[in-house]
């Protein structure tokens, strides 16, 4: 109980803290591109950065129980408080500082996290036992910019035109940014946006969820404590759904503590990142795993045309030879210990050497999609299979199939077919492309060989030929 006391003290002190290093490094950042003479201001920000850091350290030390009552707060907090403090008066009474709205603006909430701060590090050092009981208590101490703003009057004569905020085209990915703190997100979403990302913000756990279900991230950044639903439980429901190669998530956490950590990275977290951010340590392990999110998708992509080279005619678009052999092979294996039937159809184009000879082998490939299109289109259950045999043979297998059903199939195909009406003028059945199929069915035994069933339809499809072509027989037995 007392450690996680401990560890919602820090988690409190850290937002603040948070946002006063944030804003400074990111004013920092902008600054480098800005006109002018901003020496000061740089310097004054690199020493509330320096100072930041201090109280950083003595957060990170502190451990539960603190003497309470005390007549002050100790020194070694007091004074980088105090020299923050007297930094950004100066800032704000100065006039090249004030000439810039958008840096004033900044300069504003780091004011108000100044003051959370002391106010937090007074409650700490200062307040009774029963004062202090509340600390570090609430899963989050918020305290939205938006309703704490610190007046700064601007004189008459400067103007509020200029802006040192600069953001290229967002092309890098689209990110989500949920955490329920103001200051939090806006520091995130602007500095990733400047970098080049495109940037949504969520302030909860269920806007986070919704906006997961009907929109696309490349990336989360998904903050720890909120309010409404914790980042663990969002992580949670958002697994079940989606792997962590297809939507990489990196938990944001200002607790420090290694078992929310651990707990989170079981849940399925690619990675986290503490609080204060930093910022370039981020930014790495964004990279990382946006560049492990693309890799992965282009693995995929090579296995998917891996595939197409080793199961897919390329001519014809549906199964080839190999994917067939190895398709009848696992089938009858299976039938043959369910003791069911299966049946296949082999069949021939109708006089197509001819066909090519007169209408040239451009057109006879055009034909040879043709047809395996129709043959495609009516074999429709996932557990068949339509394949290219041959030259203009193909060749279906119906697992699971009596030969009734399949017989009824093999006329389907067969009128899908004529019915494309695709000129010969050379057939010696009809005017058009037809087909002659052969049809076999069987109960599959181990003892004899998948090619078995391939040679009774090669039988039937034989007799379909010397029947007059354009026509479906079945193997007898």
């Known amino acids: 109980m007392e450690r996680e006391k401990s560890s919602n003290i820090r988690h409190d002190m850290r937002t603040p803290l948070n946002h006063i290093l944030g804003y400074s490094e990111m004013l920092l950042e ?31 030390e502190l451990r539960l129980p603190v003497p309470g009552g005390r007549s002050a707060i100790p020194g070694e907090w007091a004074q980088p408080i105090g020299r923050m403090r007297e930094r950004l008066d100066a800032l704000l009474l100065d006039g090249a500082t004030r000439a810039q709205e958008a840096v004033v603006d900044d300069l504003s909430k780091i004011g108000v996290a100044i003051d959370r701060f002391h106010q937090l590090a007074s409650q700490l050092f200062l307040g009774s036992a029963g004062e202090q009981t509340g600390l570090g208590q609430e899963r989050r101490a918020v305290y939205p910019m938006e309703e704490t703003p610190v007046p700064v009057e601007m004189p008459p004569e400067v103007s509020s035109d200029a802006s040192l905020i600069k953001v290229k085209p967002a092309d890098e990915g689209s990110l989500l940014v ?159 210990r369910r003791r069911a039937p299966l049946s296949l159809i082999l069949i021939d184009i109708d006089c197509f050497k001819p066909y090519n000879d007169n209408y040239g082998h451009e057109a006879g490939d055009r034909t040879l999609k043709s047809v395996a299109q129709a043959i495609a289109g009516v074999v429709q259950r996932e557990s068949d299979l339509a394949a290219r045999y041959g030259g203009e043979e193909f060749v279906v297998v119906l697992p699971a199939t009596p030969r009734e059903a399949a017989r009824d199939l093999a006329e389907r195909i067969r009128e899908a077919v004529a019915g494309l009406g695709l000129p010969h003028a050379h057939s010696l059945a009809t005017d058009h492309v037809t087909l002659s199929l052969g049809l076999a069915t069987v109960v599959p035994d181990v003892a004899q060989p998948p090619v078995s069933l391939v040679l009774a339809a090669d039988g039937a499809l034989y007799e379909a030929k010397e029947g007059g072509r354009n026509r479906v027989a079945v193997a007898v037995g």
């Open 30 to 60: 902008e600054l480098e591109e800005a006109e002018g003479d901003v020496s000061v201001l740089t310097a004054r920000l690199a020493e509330m950065i320096a100072d930041g850091g201090e109280l950083l350290s003595r957060v990170n």
């Open 178 to 336: 949920v955490d329920d703190d103001p200051a939090n997100r806006d520091l995130l979403s602007r500095r990733l946006e400047r970098v080049g990302y495109r940037v949504i913000t969520a302030s909860g756990g269920r806007e986070a969820l919704e906006l997961i279900a009907r929109e696309t991230f490349d990336l989360v950044l998904l903050d720890q404590l909120m309010p409404d639903i914790l980042g663990i439980d969002v992580l949670r429901e958002v697994r079940r759904t989606t792997s962590s190669l297809e939507l990489p998530i990196i938990m944001v956490t200002a607790k420090g503590d290694s078992s929310d950590v651990v707990s989170a990275l079981q849940v399925g977290a690619n990675d986290y990142i503490t609080k204060p951010v930093d910022f370039p340590v981020a930014m790495a392990r964004i990279t990382t795993q946006l560049t492990l999110r693309r890799v992965t998708r282009e693995l995929e992509e090579a296995n998917r045309r891996l595939y197409r080279y080793s199961y897919v005619d390329g001519l014809t678009g549906i199964a080839n030879r190999r994917h067939f052999d190895e398709f009848l092979a696992r089938e009858w294996r299976e039938l043959a």
